[in-house]
């Protein structure tokens, strides 16, 4: 079996160093490298700073035989990468008038004219080719230097997406390597890390290696097979698959792409069943969830997020006498909150929440963290209670995980 | 000026190198360093691999002297990061009876008993220190190499966090530097980066790194001071600041941590003004970025998520023939649902988004990503047109911020 070809991340930029925004054009390139069986073995990330691109880029060039970089491309003045690169690897940076020519072009055809400083996107490191961008002003590149392959794109994820798939991915594809590596993920809901492994113990493993992402909705499990033929891993894959499911049940509730709000959108269009919601301490992350799935107005058909009492009441019809006696964080008003907007929309199920998401609301037998979930059908009603985190914003996720989940429970049993 | 101490995050784990999820633990950890004025140089990503990690703990012990590490010290079998630093160090794993005990102890206060898999927790390569882990039953760990400090932390944000606040942090504080770093995040709307850089030309440089962030829904402006003290580094940047203010007038939206909707609540409660809002085509989005504001309660009523036309009939009383006539996705839609939700739930404004969020749902007329936004207040209503793009989520988040910035400008002229 051939040696996998060793493939480098190289990220640029002040802000992801410094945490302000996560990384996504490296999830982005490390999940479309994984699609071409091409297994990304180091990602390093540098400031805008030419000394740390030029080191990061020797480095990769040791260990690497591809390297993608991204950021740092633009026309502003913390936009080092072309000179730091050209420096790095001794050569010039020269103005390409082809390029130059088409970035003016570009701009011409969208009706802006050419800024001055847009002039310093046509500045290239000796012996680089342009890659055109689609969808902004500033081309990517691609350099060899010897017999590496060396791509390099802007930060701007879109504009990076763009090139990647127009221009790169079609020359990665032609680098053949004879060896593939599928992944599956598998989704449960409801168990935890360690009383997963402990379930798991003794599933098929030829070929497979088993990996855990915890996260406070739910455990993901990523099965990785790596084979010298793609039937071969997908036997791997289907086996161990198979095997979890069994031990499992329903503890899983989806596979690859999967989402808790797709599962559940596909389950009410297969049953024909219509669905409203009403929210108090998810406060429309529920209805959020279910619309990000594209499709879902032939199942969801409204929302309402009734923060205060008065909208509990006007809208939801919850009893005065229920709020009073129980709060409106109670089993028995996120009862009448499913049964409320079940009835005024005519949907087949009412789906509710309450809760105190905090980290205000809390009082002496209400903790912060403390929800109930209610579902409203033709034969009647029943609410869940939980108990999440402190978290506010964590907080509003699990209860939308939970909410979806005591739908999907109620679809399977049908 | 004392040399500024090198700092490097390594972060563990197939899932991120692949890009199956965003590095969070790499973003939380910038940004604490940064606040403490420890400015990290190098972020280096590995899999679940021994010989990776070993080799990025070497490279990291000849350049960093500070070396934060997360990831793969949990119960299963891909957490391999206790043995792989070990061996790197040529040092032994020995089972640390204290820890142990410790876990032991900690599993049966929740009433669990101790799996066999979570004893492997306990063993540490020779001479690490365990941190105390809050929120889970991995500890940390602490090690001294050649006067290199290394910590290594579990890679579940929560306990990653906590074990960081605890131990980590108010160590790190005592290492003195020389130098202060500040920054400052400024945020804008409605302009694109290479007219801001334009319109930014010749604002006060003197000790200030001006950095870039575009998103589809606005350009963030990063300033950031060095300096010898942090009272210089804060009269740079607000200098700077200012000077920014003045160019943008109502672009610039928000500094710091402010976010949009943050803004928005702060401006109804200082005006003591209500809001409702009655959603298409954000299904939900815009309540929830609302109610992600700790005590929002304050001065957002309700949402009304008016997936189907019935429901923007039922509840918000939009006239049949607007429907009729101009189509859901409408001007005159959006001024009516606006007029409607703010009808019935007695606020002071009424907030509606109506519009075709794609993939499918596009008219001859309509394309995707065109949308509405409408406002209704007491001395009347108007609705704004965009035009967003082809992705279904990406047009959710613009046409909430597009949404929230129309209320804000609104607020400001009151």
Redesign the interface.
């Known amino acids: 079996m051939e040696q996998p070809m060793k493939v480098e991340i190289i990220t640029i930029?002040?802000?992801?160093?410094?945490?302000?925004?996560?990384?996504?054009n490296?999830?982005?390139?490390?999940?479309?490298?994984?699609q071409m069986d091409l297994?990304?073995?180091?990602?390093?990330?540098?400031?805008?700073?030419p000394e740390?691109i030029g080191q990061?880029l020797i480095?990769a060039l040791k260990r690497s035989r591809l390297i993608l970089i991204t950021g740092g491309l633009?026309?502003?003045?913390?936009d080092v990468t072309r000179s730091a690169l050209a420096q790095a690897l001794g050569r010039r940076l020269v103005l390409d008038e082809q390029a130059l020519q088409d970035i003016r072009e570009r701009l011409e055809s969208r009706g802006h004219r050419m800024?001055s400083?847009?002039q310093s996107l046509a500045l290239l490191p000796q012996g680089a080719k342009t890659l055109d961008n689609p969808q902004g002003?500033a081309p990517g590149l691609k350099l060899e230097v010897d017999s590496r392959l060396i791509y390099i794109l802007p930060g701007?994820p879109?504009e990076m997406q763009a090139i990647f798939e127009q221009e790169v991915a079609p020359a990665l594809r032609k680098i053949s390597t004879e060896r593939v590596i599928r992944?599956r993920?598998l989704r449960t809901v409801d168990i935890g890390?360690?009383?997963l492994?402990?379930k798991l113990r003794g599933v098929a493993r030829k070929g497979i290696?088993?990996?855990?992402?915890?996260q406070?909705w739910g455990v993901?499990l990523?099965l990785?097979a790596h084979s010298a033929n793609a039937r071969e891993a997908e036997i791997f894959l289907s086996r161990a698959t198979r095997q979890i499911e069994e031990r499992l049940e329903d503890q899983l509730y989806g596979v690859g792409e999967d989402t808790m709000e797709r599962v559940v959108a596909t389950l009410l269009i297969m049953r024909r069943a219509t669905m409203a919601?009403a929210?108090s301490c998810?406060?429309?992350?529920?209805?959020?969830?279910?619309?990000?799935v594209?499709?879902?107005?032939a199942c969801?058909?409204?929302?309402?997020?009734?923060?205060?009492n008065?909208?509990k009441r006007?809208?939801l019809k919850v009893p005065k006498r229920i709020l009073d006696r129980f709060g409106a964080v109670s089993q028995e008003t996120a009862v009448a909150m499913a049964e409320g907007v079940r009835k005024?929309?005519g949907t087949d199920i009412g789906l509710s929440t309450t809760g105190i998401?905090?980290?205000?609301g809390a009082t002496a037998n209400k903790p912060v963290g403390l929800a109930f979930v209610g579902l409203a059908h033709q034969d009647g009603s029943f609410a869940r209670r939980f108990l999440f985190?402190q978290?506010?914003?964590?907080n509003?996720e699990c209860c939308v995980q939970a909410a979806l989940n005591i739908v999907r429970q109620y679809l399977l049993k049908l």
């Not at 490296?26 to 994984?34: E, H, K, P, W, Y």
């Not at 633009?74 to 913390?78: A, R």
């Not at 290696?209 to 915890?214: I, K, Q, T």
């Not at 594209?294 to 107005?297: R, T």
């Open positions: 930029g002040d802000e992801l160093l410094w945490g302000q925004v996560a990384d996504t490296a999830v982005f390139l490390g999940r479309r490298l994984i297994q990304p073995q180091w990602r390093t990330t540098v400031g805008d700073n740390s990061a480095l633009g026309p502003t003045e913390d800024l400083s847009q002003t701007v879109r992944r993920r890390e360690s009383a492994s402990e290696r088993l990996s855990y992402l915890p406070p993901d990523w990785t919601v929210e998810t406060g429309g992350a529920l209805a959020d969830r279910l619309t990000d594209p499709g879902s107005s969801f058909e409204r929302g309402i997020v009734a923060y205060s008065r909208a006007e809208i005024i929309s998401a905090g980290p205000t985190g978290d506010r914003l964590v509003k």
